[in-house]
């Protein structure tokens, strides 16, 4: 097991093999309201890069109930919108490993192409898309057959993906030409590319899909995307190394996981205000926002834990062990 500094160096020099070019709350706005309740899946997984495993959490007593071995180098993680499949992306051997939630067992094994490194599913679970950072393309799977049906061209060295929440349009970041990719998914073709800042590292949508949030690594910020002009309307100030972002279930605020810092920041995007730097563990790579409690889960890949951020007081409530450098987490959305 490597750790602290060897950890971090094993991990970029990881990344920059994936992708030579690339690498050179306020609390919650209506506190009384009731988030949606999750009906299917409790859990939060954790794709752990040198175990070859997922972890999968209890969110409600935070503790790892159940260690999946999947695929060789998982960087991606996914849940089904009906909480029922996880979907993982292996980079070492460009396969998505497909877990079913219930047995926590591996039941497919998808290959697609060169260092699949995210992965995302469409909001009525037939589809998932993968982004695969050394070919320059997203895989379409279809969930039915667990074959791939299309594959489409996008921008140099893609590291992260988003579907919005109907199902329109899917984003990639592509870090290699500090661009973002816009697919249309009934055609499955690019039908624009938006710049953005310095190695787009982080993808996320908002709840009513009208921005999108793009975590710039290079120039510790975040792009903001207005999805109905696909323009970039506005740029919020982050940590140093800018890399994973997820938002609020009502959309505010948003979070983004600091690599360099070891922080997330709690972003007002109305007035472009940071709110809250919450302490977190070492090198946060991967955020996300549990759509029936609000709870923030972090993948901090430097330290092997996951972080549990409560959004109404923005302070971290648990620290969870996880395997070895755990690069990705996911939660089951609900659109």
């Known amino acids: 097991m490597t750790t ?20 050179c709350a306020i609390p919650l706005l209506m506190a009384g309201m009731a988030l949606p309740a999750s009906a299917h899946n409790k859990n939060a997984y ?16 935070n503790t ?4 999946v071995p999947v695929g060789a180098n998982p960087l991606g993680i996914a849940v089904s919108p009906n909480g029922s499949g996880v979907y993982v992306a292996n980079a070492l051997d460009n396969t998505v490993s497909v877990i079913d939630a219930a047995t926590n067992a591996v039941t497919a094994m998808v290959a697609v192409q060169n260092t699949p490194v995210a992965v995302a599913v469409s909001p009525d679970g037939s589809d998932v898309y993968v982004a695969n950072a050394n070919e320059n393309t997203v895989s379409v799977i279809d969930t039915a057959t667990n074959t791939v049906v299309a594959t489409v061209p996008v921008g ?11 199902g329109a349009r899917v984003y990639t970041g592509n870090t290699g030409d500090n661009t973002v990719s816009v697919i249309n998914s009934r055609t499955n073709e690019v039908i624009a590319t938006v710049p953005v800042g310095n190695t ?43 890399e994973g972002v997820a938002t609020s279930p009502i959309g505010i605020p948003v979070y983004v996981s600091n690599s360099v810092d070891n922080t997330v920041s709690v972003i007002n995007p109305l007035n472009k205000s940071v709110i809250a730097t919450v302490p977190v563990g070492n090198t946060p790579q991967s ?20 972080s549990v951020i409560n959004p109404f007081t923005n302070k971290v409530i648990a620290t969870v062990n996880v395997g ?7 939660t089951q959305p609900q659109w």
């Open 46 to 61: 954790v794709a752990n890069e040198i175990d070859n495993t997922v972890s999968v959490i209890d969110t409600v007593t």
């Open 200 to 242: 787009p590292s982080g993808l996320g949508v908002g709840p009513l899909g009208a921005r999108v949030y793009v975590t710039n690594a290079g120039s510790n910020n975040v792009s903001v995307i207005d999805a109905f002009t696909n323009k970039v309307t506005a740029t919020l100030t982050a940590g140093n190394g800018a």
């Open 4 to 23: 602290g500094r060897s950890t971090i160096k094993n991990r970029q020099a990881t990344k920059r093999w994936l992708a030579p070019a690339a690498r």
């Open 64 to 67: 790892v109930t159940a260690t």
């Open 156 to 166: 140099n060295a893609p590291f992260s993906i988003a579907v919005s929440p109907n």
């Open 287 to 306: 955020v996300a926002a549990s759509d029936s409690t609000g709870r923030v889960y972090v993948a901090n890949a430097g330290s092997n834990t996951v």
């Open 324 to 330: 070895s450098v755990p690069a990705a987490v996911a």
